[in-house]
């Protein structure tokens, strides 16, 4: 089987580009606890007091439920980086799967569970990142194929 080809640069950067904003929505999520509440509190409420208003402690407990989300977003992105730089880029069909999977691993669970418990603000946010990881990976396919065993 031929070697793989190349997929053009533009979706190479810009999966790096979505990944590096994974890392980087995370690490707001861990250094600015405040903000990351206010955020979803708009988001889920309409109102960036409304989450800090359920108290000290569960606004304490919600920023670190944040914080420990931001973590592994944090690991999830940095890997996503890592696999498009030295396998998508090159055109391995295994580095695409391993970021299409990922993607589809965090995405169906995450936004079932926000739809079932009737936050589908979360849910439109997840489509926007969902999307985001699509047009390139969409667009990357045909390039990446298997290599020669």
Same mark, same amino acid.
């Given at each position: 089987?031929?070697?793989?080809?190349?997929?053009?640069?533009?979706?190479?950067?810009?999966?790096?580009?979505?990944?590096?904003?994974?890392?980087?929505?995370? +690490?707001?999520?861990?250094?600015?606890?405040?903000? !990351?509440?206010?955020?979803?509190?708009?988001?889920?409420?309409?109102?960036?007091?409304?989450?800090?208003?359920?108290?000290?402690?569960?606004?304490?407990?919600?920023?670190?439920?944040?914080?420990?989300?931001?973590?592994?977003?944090?690991?999830?992105?940095?890997?996503? +980086?890592?696999?498009?730089?030295?396998?998508?880029?090159?055109?391995?069909?295994?580095?695409?799967?391993?970021? !299409? +999977?990922?993607?589809? !691993?965090?995405?169906?669970?995450?936004?079932?569970?926000?739809?079932?418990?009737?936050?589908?603000?979360?849910?439109?946010?997840?489509?926007?990142?969902?999307?985001?990881?699509? +047009?390139?990976?969409? !667009?990357?396919?045909?390039?990446?194929?298997?290599?020669?065993?």
């Amino acid at each position: 089987m031929p070697a793989a080809s190349r997929p053009p640069l533009l979706w190479v950067n810009w999966l790096l580009a979505v990944s590096a904003g994974v890392v980087l929505f995370g +690490v707001v999520l861990v250094v600015a606890p405040g903000f !990351a509440l206010q955020s979803f509190s708009r988001l889920v409420y309409g109102d960036a007091a409304r989450l800090g208003g359920f108290g000290s402690e569960a606004a304490r407990y919600i920023s670190l439920a944040h914080a420990v989300l931001g973590a592994v977003m944090v690991g999830w992105g940095t890997a996503l +980086v890592l696999v498009v730089r030295s396998l998508v880029a090159s055109g391995s069909m295994l580095g695409w799967r391993l970021v !299409a +999977v990922s993607v589809l !691993a965090w995405f169906i669970p995450d936004t079932a569970y926000s739809l079932w418990s009737g936050y589908w603000q979360n849910a439109v946010l997840n489509l926007v990142f969902a999307v985001l990881f699509l +047009v390139p990976l969409v !667009a990357t396919h045909a390039s990446c194929r298997e290599r020669g065993s």
